[in-house]
């Protein structure tokens, strides 16, 4: 089992796949337990946006951390409903930026390791 981990572990990737209408599909292929991680992650981040004024679906807002994580600070100030989650991002101060729920994400890199801290405040 060990052996197998070890391979799957240098088999990670991330890979693009296009659809239809102008989308896309992203996927990684992760330790399970990084994975697991970011999944819940994104998860308690879109749940701590949700609320009265907030139009967008649990997996809608998943998909905007998703992407603004990645492409901005990660800060979402509000949300422009142009599908695109970027609408209203703040450039901030880097990596770290709390978003409107007070949660952080930062991701440290140290060579070739790449570590996500879960941040304080979260949902």
Same mark, same amino acid.
């Given at each position: 089992?060990?052996?197998?981990? $070890?391979?799957?572990? !240098?088999?990670?990737?991330?890979?693009?796949?296009?659809?239809?209408? !102008?989308? $896309?599909?992203?996927? @990684?292929?992760?330790? $399970?337990?990084?994975?697991?991680? +970011?999944?819940? &992650? #994104?998860? $308690? =981040?879109?749940?701590?946006?949700?609320?009265?004024?907030?139009?967008? %679906? #649990?997996?809608?807002?998943? @998909?905007?951390?998703?992407? @603004?994580?990645?492409?901005?600070?990660?800060? +979402?100030?509000?949300?422009?409903?142009?599908? %695109?989650?970027?609408?209203?991002?703040?450039?901030?101060?880097? @990596?770290?930026?709390?978003?409107?729920?007070?949660?952080?994400?930062? =991701? &440290?890199?140290?060579?070739?390791?790449?570590?996500?801290?879960?941040?304080?405040?979260?949902?």
């Amino acid at each position: 089992m060990e052996k197998r981990h $070890a391979k799957g572990v !240098a088999d990670r990737r991330v890979e693009f796949w296009p659809d239809s209408d !102008a989308m $896309a599909w992203v996927a @990684a292929l992760l330790p $399970a337990d990084h994975a697991s991680a +970011i999944r819940n &992650r #994104l998860t $308690a =981040i879109a749940r701590g946006m949700q609320g009265h004024h907030e139009p967008r %679906t #649990l997996p809608q807002l998943k @998909a905007d951390t998703f992407t @603004a994580g990645l492409l901005t600070t990660g800060k +979402i100030l509000s949300n422009t409903g142009d599908g %695109t989650g970027m609408g209203g991002t703040d450039p901030g101060n880097g @990596a770290g930026s709390p978003d409107q729920s007070g949660c952080r994400a930062e =991701i &440290r890199t140290g060579g070739t390791d790449t570590t996500t801290v879960a941040g304080s405040g979260c949902a």
